[in-house]
C-alpha cells in the first residue's frame, strides 16, 4: 500500500477510535442517569405515606439496574424556601413530602470511573486497527528494483541498459545474435538445431536445456522474455516497445 493512502486511512482510523470513546462515555452518562431516574420513579411510586425516611435509600437501591450504583447512589431533598433551593441527604429521620420540596437520585462518580465502566469494545477494536495501520504507513516503502529493458551487443558483449554485461556462454550468445538477426525474432526449433547443433540428429532434449539457461539469465537481468510456441518455435519478446540496439 502506497504511504499516502495509508496515513489518510491511520487518521480515519484514529479519530473514529477518538469519537467512539467520547460517545461511549457519553452514552454511559445517560444510562447512569436514566437509571437514576428509573429507580426514583418507583421509589416515590412505592411510597405508602408521604414522607421519606432511611427506608426510602435502600428501597430506591433495590430498583437500581446498574449494580456499581447500588453501592453508592443516594436521595437528595431539594427545599425550596424563599425562592432559594437548599440540598440536604437524606439520614435517619423522616422528611415530609410537600409539594416545594423536590426529590433526586445522584451519585458520586468521577469521569474516569465513568469512562472505565462504559463499553469500549468498538474503540477499542478501532484504536486496534489504527495501530496495525500505522505499522504499515510507517513502514519504509521497499524500493522495487528498476529492470532495464534496453540490450545492446557491443564487441561481441550484451549489454543491459545500465552497461552491465550478461554473461553468456558462446552457445548462449550465438542463440540472441541469432534472435535479434531475426526480423521477427522468432526462431523455429529446426532452425536453432540445425545452426548449432547440425551434426545431432536429435537436439530437442539440448535445445530445451540451453532454452531454460538462457531464460534465466535474459529474463532476470533485462524486461525481455523468451516464449515458446507450443514447442515448435521460440520468440524473444519486449523488443517493439524498446530501442534495443544490436551493434557489433
Known amino acids: 500500500m502506497k504511504r499516502t493512502p495509508a496515513v489518510l486511512i491511520t487518521l480515519l482510523f484514529a479519530l473514529s477510535a477518538i469519537w467512539t470513546a467520547v460517545n461511549d462515555y457519553q452514552t454511559q452518562c445517560r444510562r447512569i442517569a436514566d437509571d437514576l431516574t428509573q429507580a426514583l420513579c418507583l421509589t416515590v411510586a412505592d411510597q405508602p405515606e408521604d414522607w421519606l425516611s432511611a427506608d426510602t435509600i435502600r428501597t430506591y437501591r433495590q430498583h437500581l439496574r446498574l449494580d456499581f450504583l447500588r453501592e453508592s447512589a443516594v436521595l437528595s431533598l431539594c427545599m425550596k424556601e424563599d425562592d432559594k433551593a437548599s440540598t440536604r441527604g437524606v439520614s435517619g429521620e423522616r422528611i415530609n413530602i410537600k409539594q416545594d420540596i423536590s426529590a433526586y437520585g445522584n451519585v458520586s462518580l468521577s469521569a474516569w470511573e465513568i469512562w472505565w465502566m462504559a463499553d469500549h469494545r468498538l474503540s477499542l477494536l478501532l484504536t486496534l486497527l489504527t495501530l496495525v495501520m500505522m505499522s504499515f504507513s510507517l513502514r519504509p516503502i521497499a524500493k522495487t528494483k ?88 521460440y520468440r524473444l519478446t519486449g523488443l517493439e516497445t524498446e530501442e534495443t540496439v544490436a551493434t557489433r
Not at 529492470?147 to 564487441?155: E, K, Q, V
Not at 554473461?167 to 531475426?182: D, I, K, Y
Not at 551434426?199 to 538462457?214: E, M, Q, V, W
Open 146 to 233: 528498476s529492470i532495464p529493458s534496453a540490450l545492446t551487443l557491443t564487441n561481441g558483449r550484451f549489454l543491459d541498459g545500465f552497461g552491465q554485461e550478461l554473461h553468456l556462454t558462446p552457445m548462449q550468445r550465438q542463440l540472441m545474435e541469432m534472435f535479434l538477426s531475426s526480423p521477427t525474432h522468432e526462431l523455429s526449433k529446426e532452425e536453432i538445431c540445425e545452426a548449432l547443433w547440425p551434426r545431432k540428429d536429435d537436439a530437442s532434449d539440448t535445445l530445451y536445456a540451453l532454452i531454460s539457461r538462457l531464460k534465466g539469465v535474459v529474463e532476470s537481468q533485462t524486461s525481455l522474455r523468451i516464449t515458446s510456441e507450443r514447442g515448435r518455435a
